[in-house]
């Protein structure tokens, strides 16, 4: 990575590169060294018209694109990180109304690293969605 970026640059570039990321609208606040992610509500996020919840696979990729870019901020790697596998919790129906994310690195090595990420709206201590994931660092 360049030296002349800094961290919110370099990941507004990762974040650039991926489509599904322009799709969501989904982007990212950087304060110090805490990263929080953000999907703004939209209506094709409505998995469920009759109830106004929002749709699981919308919820999860939101929750993995945020791991993904913790990993990017933490780790030292010049490609995204690739998943390998990932598990999410919906813990309560997530309402027609921003989402906010954050991610901790669990372990980080020089291959691959663990990480957990936690999603919720109006308060932080009743999260929406929990993941845990491991992902393959893209390091040359």
């Known amino acids: 990575m360049s ?4 961290r919110g640059e370099q ?4 974040l650039a590169r991926v489509p599904i990321v322009q799709t969501l609208g989904m982007h990212c606040d950087i304060k110090g060294d805490d990263m929080t992610a953000v999907l703004p509500y939209q209506d094709k996020l409505i998995g469920n ?5 929002l749709h699981g696979g919308a919820i999860g990729t939101f929750l993995e694109m945020t791991a993904m870019a913790q990993l990017f901020i933490v780790a ?17 129906q997530g309402r027609a ?6 991610a901790t690195v669990v372990k980080l090595g020089r ?21 845990l994931g491991h992902f393959l660092l893209g390091r040359d």
């Open 11 to 14: 990941l507004e570039g990762f």
């Open 3 to 6: 030296e002349t970026l800094t």
């Open 111 to 131: 291959r691959m690293a663990s990480v957990r990420a936690e999603a919720w709206q109006s308060e932080r201590d009743k999260p929406v969605a929990a993941l």
């Open 76 to 92: 030292d790697v010049e490609r995204p990180p690739r998943t390998i596998n990932i598990t999410v919790d919906y813990l309560r």
């Open 49 to 53: 018209f009759t109830i106004k919840a």
């Open 97 to 102: 109304e921003d989402l906010y994310a954050r």
